[in-house]
């Protein structure tokens, strides 16, 4: 298979470069406000599930949560504080072109990434200087100024 097909160069694809910054030494990760409110809107009306063994039928997942959903009364207070409380904003164009930058410059996601359907990772094209050391980890300050690391 050509790879250079996964990331074929369409509007959808692109990421956009942002200047890398440093922090005593490691490399750091602070996407403004703004950019995990995009994500935020993006995935507000979305639902994610991670099985660890085989996936029960959708009908049965359906089910379940509309069981477990109305059993805890989730309320949009409950969606927001998750949606803001986690990394899941950052996995749109932007935020991934933020994540990006620490390695290199950014080019275009890949086309599962683009179109959500597995978000336990993200494949992205970056260019890199082959004299450059990499980062073995990315720290990522997210919105609410907590620290996560990548790697």
Known sequence: ??????????KDQSLQYFPP????GSTMVAPPPEVFGAGVQVLQFSLVAQFLDKSPNFSLQRKTVKLLWAKFEATRE???????????ALYIGIGLSYVARAIGV???????????SRL????VCV???????NPRTIDIVLKDDSTGTVG
């Open 1 to 10: 298979m050509d790879w250079r097909k996964l990331f074929v160069a369409n």
């Open 78 to 88: 409950a969606r927001d504080w998750v949606l803001d409380h986690g990394p899941w």
């Open 120 to 123: 336990a990772y993200a494949k």
């Open 106 to 116: 950014p080019l275009y996601m890949y086309t599962i990434t683009v179109g959500q």
């Open 21 to 24: 910054l440093n922090n005593n």
């Open 127 to 133: 260019e890199i200087d082959a004299n450059q050391i």
